[in-house]
Protein backbone atom coordinates (compact mmCIF):
# COMPACT_ATOMS: atom_id res chain seq x y z
CA UNK A 1 0.00 0.00 0.00
CA UNK A 2 2.37 2.58 0.88
CA UNK A 3 4.48 1.58 -2.19
CA UNK A 4 1.62 2.55 -4.19
CA UNK A 5 1.26 5.84 -2.10
CA UNK A 6 5.10 6.63 -3.11
CA UNK A 7 4.75 5.80 -6.79
CA UNK A 8 1.46 7.37 -7.31
CA UNK A 9 3.32 10.73 -6.18
CA UNK A 10 6.27 10.19 -8.05
CA UNK A 11 3.90 9.61 -11.08
CA UNK A 12 2.46 12.80 -10.29
CA UNK A 13 5.14 15.31 -9.75
CA UNK A 14 6.68 13.64 -13.15
CA UNK A 15 3.50 13.91 -15.23
CA UNK A 16 3.31 17.16 -13.59
CA UNK A 17 6.69 18.90 -14.25
CA UNK A 18 7.95 22.13 -15.77
CA UNK A 19 8.06 22.38 -19.47
CA UNK A 20 11.78 23.01 -19.22
CA UNK A 21 12.32 19.63 -18.03
CA UNK A 22 10.09 17.39 -20.05
CA UNK A 23 12.49 16.07 -22.08
CA UNK A 24 14.84 15.42 -19.87
CA UNK A 25 13.13 13.37 -16.99
CA UNK A 26 12.64 9.49 -17.23
CA UNK A 27 9.58 8.61 -18.86
CA UNK A 28 7.66 6.62 -15.61
CA UNK A 29 8.48 5.86 -12.20
CA UNK A 30 10.73 2.70 -13.11
CA UNK A 31 12.95 5.40 -14.52
CA UNK A 32 13.63 7.47 -11.61
CA UNK A 33 16.16 5.40 -9.49
CA UNK A 34 18.18 4.25 -12.27
CA UNK A 35 18.54 8.15 -13.72
CA UNK A 36 19.55 9.68 -10.21
CA UNK A 37 22.08 7.09 -10.24
CA UNK A 38 23.62 7.66 -13.45
CA UNK A 39 26.02 11.04 -12.85
CA UNK A 40 24.59 13.53 -14.71
CA UNK A 41 26.03 16.63 -12.14
CA UNK A 42 23.75 18.17 -9.91
CA UNK A 43 21.10 19.44 -13.23
CA UNK A 44 17.42 21.06 -12.48
CA UNK A 45 16.23 17.49 -13.53
CA UNK A 46 18.20 15.19 -10.57
CA UNK A 47 17.08 18.84 -8.08
CA UNK A 48 13.54 18.01 -9.42
CA UNK A 49 13.45 14.29 -8.71
CA UNK A 50 15.03 14.30 -5.62
CA UNK A 51 12.22 17.00 -4.59
CA UNK A 52 9.84 14.80 -6.03
CA UNK A 53 11.09 11.86 -3.69
CA UNK A 54 11.26 13.95 -0.94
CA UNK A 55 7.77 14.96 -1.12
CA UNK A 56 6.52 11.64 -1.85
CA UNK A 57 8.14 10.46 1.46
CA UNK A 58 6.31 12.52 3.06
CA UNK A 59 3.20 11.58 1.88
CA UNK A 60 4.17 8.00 2.99
CA UNK A 61 4.39 9.58 6.49
CA UNK A 62 1.44 11.31 6.36
CA UNK A 63 -0.52 8.02 5.05
CA UNK A 64 1.18 5.82 8.17
CA UNK A 65 -0.03 8.60 10.09
CA UNK A 66 -3.82 8.65 9.44
CA UNK A 67 -3.44 4.84 9.39
CA UNK A 68 -1.89 4.96 12.93
CA UNK A 69 -4.52 7.60 14.20
CA UNK A 70 -7.54 4.98 12.70
CA UNK A 71 -5.95 2.05 14.76
CA UNK A 72 -5.84 3.79 17.68
CA UNK A 73 -9.42 5.50 17.47
CA UNK A 74 -10.54 1.66 16.73
CA UNK A 75 -8.43 0.39 19.76
CA UNK A 76 -10.56 2.70 21.91
CA UNK A 77 -13.92 1.93 20.83
CA UNK A 78 -13.89 -1.82 21.55
CA UNK A 79 -14.14 -2.99 24.83
CA UNK A 80 -11.29 -3.95 27.28
CA UNK A 81 -13.00 -7.06 27.93
CA UNK A 82 -15.46 -9.25 25.53
CA UNK A 83 -18.46 -10.99 27.50
CA UNK A 84 -17.94 -14.52 27.50
CA UNK A 85 -20.55 -16.91 27.12
CA UNK A 86 -21.45 -19.72 30.33
Known sequence: MFGAIFNGA??????EAPAALHGK???GV????????????QTAAETYLRH???AATRDIFLGMAVIAL????I????????????
Open 25 to 27: LPN
Open 70 to 73: AILG
Open 10 to 15: IASRVA
Open 52 to 54: AIS
Open 30 to 41: DGVIGFLQKSHG
Open 75 to 86: LAMVPRKFPTAE
